[in-house]
T-cell receptor, first 115, second 109 residues
Framework: GAVVSQHPSWVICKSGTSVKIECRSLDFQATTMFWYRQFPKQSLMLMATSNEGSKATYEQGVEKDKFLINHASLTLSTLTVTSAHPEDSSFYIC???????????FGNGTRLTVT | GENVEQHPSTLSVQEGDSAVIKCTYSDSASNYFPWYKQELGKRPQLIIDIRSNVGEKKDQRIAVTLNKTAKHFSLHITETQPEDSAVYFCAAEGNQFYFGTGTSLTVIP
């Protein structure tokens, strides 16, 4: 089946630094990738939708200058958390798919801890 | 935009009993409705999905029903087993793709 690889699986960084998270579709071309943030025991909060070759569409309340998303190829999207602060600590998870109205395939997620 | 509501937020059932989780959506353009299961610390996994031209779909112990007129859809798990314990998310896609708030299911042995 379709595989989505997300790296790193966990990262600890100091406040004020930037962190890049990669999401790769390994065996299919992902025309659309989604980035979510998930708090403990809560649902997946959509942050942004990323289409290959175009700018990401951010959800209301998500700072696009803080959460930089790049979808440069059909197999790779990156999320960069810039100038991270402790309140950015969370579980970030990506998903990808090839066509609309088809199942999403999720990465394993990244646990970010900002100290 | 779309608003997907999911109930209940927590559900406990005895092993062997059935579990039902319900979702409602607001966007009449929504036509794809998947259900995901997320075990603790793991990625969500698709367990079943249904499209708007179908009213019901079944896969072994799991079934999903869709009522487009009322804009609600439900997940039914029969003969529950302890390994069914997880968080379940519904989702709806029309112009956008949104998840419900999740249901934490506990199956008591």
């Amino acid at each position: 089946g379709a595989v989505v690889s997300q790296h790193p699986s966990w990262v600890i960084c100091k406040s004020g630094t930037s962190v890049k998270i990669e999401c790769r579709s390994l065996d299919f071309q992902a025309t659309t990738m989604f980035w979510y943030r998930q708090f403990p025991k809560q649902s997946l909060m959509l942050m942004a939708t990323s289409n290959e070759g175009s700018k990401a569409t951010y959800e209301q309340g998500v700072e696009k200058d803080k959460f930089l998303i790049n979808h440069a190829s059909l197999t790779l999207s990156t999320l960069t958390v810039t100038s991270a602060h402790p309140e950015d600590s969370s579980f970030y998870i990506c998903s990808a798919r090839g066509t609309p109205y088809s199942p999403l395939h999720f990465g394993n997620g990244t646990r970010l801890t900002v100290t | 935009g779309e608003n997907v509501e999911q109930h209940p937020s927590t559900l406990s059932v005895q092993e062997g009993d059935s579990a039902v989780i319900k979702c409602t959506y607001s966007d009449s353009a929504s036509n794809y409705f998947p259900w995901y299961k997320q075990e603790l610390g793991k990625r969500p996994q698709l367990i079943i999905d249904i499209r708007s031209n179908v009213g019901e779909k079944k896969d072994q112990r799991i079934a999903v029903t869709l009522n487009k007129t009322a804009k609600h859809f439900s997940l039914h798990i029969t003969e529950t087993q302890p390994e069914d314990s997880a968080v379940y998310f519904c989702a709806a896609e029309g112009n956008q793709f949104y998840f419900g708030t999740g249901t934490s299911l506990t199956v008591i042995p």
